[in-house]
Nanobody, 120 residues
């Protein structure tokens, strides 16, 4: 199972970005998909998560500015980020919680990350 994140870049404060993540390889089921981020010197933190039934939750810091969406059938998850702030600067990682086979335990799979830089 591999996750390929894209869509990061350099944007001015107040701008928008849309991150995408595509899952490839054999995956039997996806319980949830999420985006995390990690800024230099900080721990990795949850940005947003979407469950297989569409339930979403967001970090307080991005609530109202970001929208996570995903299509399990297409094994794709997106993160639309608006009104970006310099403090949103970080490497953003996509992750899924799923199983490669029906008999496999649920596991977290991680992508390689995409850099988001917001200039003031």
């Amino acid at each position: 199972v591999q996750l390929q994140a894209s869509g990061g870049g350099l944007v001015q404060a107040g701008g928008s970005l849309r991150l995408s993540c595509v899952v490839s390889g054999s995956i039997a089921s996806i319980n949830s998909m999420a985006w995390y981020r990690q800024a230099p010197g900080n721990q990795r933190e949850l940005v947003a998560r979407i469950s297989s039934v569409g339930t979403t939750n967001y970090a307080d810091s991005v609530l109202g500015r970001s929208t996570i969406s995903g299509v399990n059938a297409k094994k794709t998850v997106y993160l639309q980020m608006n009104s970006l702030k310099p403090e949103d600067t970080a490497v953003y990682y996509c992750t899924i919680y799923g199983s490669a086979r029906k008999t496999s335990p649920l596991t977290n799979y991680w992508g390689q990350g995409t850099q988001v830089t917001v200039s003031s």
